[in-house]
């Protein structure tokens, strides 16, 4: 990372680590589901912002996390294993789903994962027996982990999805991955071996999403399908990566944190509007602003600079 | 010893439909040769370049290169063998600079690829254009920078299409200058090109395509006086001698 990154990366987990000394309760929720936004949507820009493989159901992993890591910590596991156990299961799972979709081109990879988020919030009503179905899943307080530790986990997420970004960026296997996105073809002729590279980009874009499925179950104490396998969840992290940047490492946090901000100042009064609006918001960021605020604002500055 | 051959094309065929784009090739390119490959437009050529190259898995018939038997392998597994390979129309990788598109072309366990991506811009005056983006780059640059990405690896045999369409002449005498040099350093080639006086200057040996078919092969000389070439340059509709 360049020394203005690993600044700004310090102020950041500065403010970051105080933030529970001096925020309330509210506050501090608000911020940790900024961290979740920022791991999520680091995760997505792995697999999408770099090679443009456009997952549109990059929830499914956050979904099966979240069950995870409720029903083990109701199983008695320590939090920490629970959440490993999450992240580990979420990337086992992606392996194969991997395998089948990425042969796909583009637009149909982006199809089958739409799909596949689908397939995991109907596997957790019908699967009654493990999940509780639509009933959906209680965490008792007594096994939870309080709302500080839950942020600090939240937190180490964000930190280490934006780290592993910040190193992919400046790495071979990051290089490779943007050539994938150029053209794929191409870079299969120069000897990316462009079906592995991908495979490992989307397991691993997996990883985190699973862990901070579960921490957001412990953080919630209650779970259903449609909670944490909701369709909003896969329009946000793609609007948050869209409005900072796709394939930058500042994109997603800053994307975050705006949209975020802006959700629970406006849009928390028109629930049933939500979704709608994010999608609005996502094809005018297409349309008028590919590259996000970063990109333009590169543009920008080398114009006047 | 290796055999003389670097590749071997054994009864190559390719339909696309109905249409019988190469229809049982055979062909050899000779180690530390450059072997010409010539013949109208749309006899196949570039169809015969997919195939080798791995792009294109669909064909039959047997392709032995440097010993391997490589048909139905990924490209990304026949580069590893040792070939290169650009594309007719420019393929440089858009967004990314003129030093990212030589270096992810490089072998991973390079360490020198910095090195020599700067030295072959150099050869080519390049080297102000380093930080440019692919996509800001003139079309003859663009075919430059393609062909400089393959020497990244420097693979044993290459195959040009067509590199020197649409780059302008200066550029163009660097270009074959440097396919000279790549010769003299042992390289063997295959070279698919329009202009006969290139290819009467640098082949050592000519393949004649037409239809599908090998019509003519031996020095350029001899298939220039052989009649069949003649007649399917000349007695062709889509004729492209120039
Ligand atoms: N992808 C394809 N789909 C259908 N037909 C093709 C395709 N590629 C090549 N062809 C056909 O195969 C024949 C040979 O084409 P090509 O190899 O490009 O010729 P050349 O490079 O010698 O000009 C032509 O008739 C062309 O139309
Ligand atoms: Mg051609």
Redesign the pocket.
Known sequence: MRYSDLGIGALLLFFSLLAPGFLNNYQLSFLLQVLMMVTLAQSWNLISGMTGYISFGHGVFFGVGAYTGALLLMGGAFWWVAILSAALLAAALALPLGLLTLRLRGPYFAIAMLGLNEVGRILANLWVDLTGGGDGIALSPLLSPVLATNYFSMLALAVLATLGMGWILRSRFGLELRAIREDEEAAEMLGIDTIRNKLIAFTASALLPGAAGAIYAFYTSFIDPSSVFLPALNVQMIVVVLLGGRGTLWGPVLGAVLLMSVQELTWAEFPALHLALLGLLMILLVLYLPDGLLGAWKRIGSRYG | MAEPSILEIQGLRRDFGGVQALGGVDLQVRRGKITGLIGPNGSG??TLFQAVSGMDREATGRIYFDGHSILGLRPSRIVALGLGRTF?LSRVLPGLTVLENLLVASRPDDSEAEDRAHNLLRQVHLERQVHVLGKALSYGQQKLVEFLRVLMRSPKLILL??PAAGVNPTLRRTLWELVRQLQEQGTSLML?EHHMEVIADLCDEVYVLNEGRIIARGTFSEVREDPQVFAAYFGHRNRTAS
């Open positions: 050529k570039t007719q299409d067509e698919i």
